[in-house]
């Protein structure tokens, strides 16, 4: 089984998105020795914003990168992703990144009545949430709705979300959101606000 890790925050170690996709993919491998695992760092190597040249394929190695970041999606059975919320969505780079899967002919295709179809199901997806505020079932947060509808755009349809809220607000409700979103995953609590 292939397991695909895409990390977006720009935080580094004090990252809670980071902090909850490790411990996913922790959960992950223990459950399931033979995991394999592909890592893409999406602050550490962002990929260019899609442009008139990329989507013509004029600059060979940015061609063959996107053809990588795609061939590691369609490989994976599992997709990690630490997702932050910026500005109530997503990093640009973790959009960079979608951009980059939403390929016609590769994860979704357009019928005969010109609807959508999703190539890329068979797959689950998990997204490592992580907000300074309290977004959920809000009208301000265009992160979860976001990646929920490209995702299932792509077929995806087995999409769950771990979430750490409120991360912002004070030391001791970012303790209590990320010691919950680890119990949730059967991890052992933060000894770090």
Not at 106 to 123: D, H, I, V
């Amino acid at each position: 089984m292939n397991l695909l890790h895409v990390d977006s925050s720009i935080l580094g170690q004090d990252s809670a998105s980071r902090r909850l996709s490790a411990a996913i993919v922790a959960s992950r491998k223990a459950a399931e020795p033979g995991l394999r695992v592909t890592y893409r760092d999406l602050a550490a190597s962002p990929l260019p914003h899609l442009s008139g040249g990329s989507l013509a394929k004029a600059d060979p190695a940015e061609a063959a990168a996107a053809d990588g970041v795609m061939q590691e999606f369609l490989d994976a059975d599992v997709v990690v992703v630490g997702a932050p919320m910026y500005n109530f969505a997503i990093p640009s780079t973790l959009k960079a990144w979608i951009d980059r899967l939403a390929v016609a002919g590769k994860t979704f295709r357009y019928n005969e009545q010109g609807m959508a179809e999703g190539l890329a199901g068979g797959k689950q997806v998990v997204i490592a949430s992580s907000r300074g505020g309290f977004h959920q079932h809000s009208g301000a947060d265009f992160q979860e709705p976001y990646l929920r509808y490209m995702f299932g755009f792509m077929g995806i349809t087995d999409i769950a979300f771990v979430r750490a809220e409120g991360l912002a607000v004070s030391a001791e409700q970012r303790k209590q959101s990320l010691d919950s979103a680890l119990a949730s995953l059967g991890c052992p609590l933060s000894d770090a606000a």
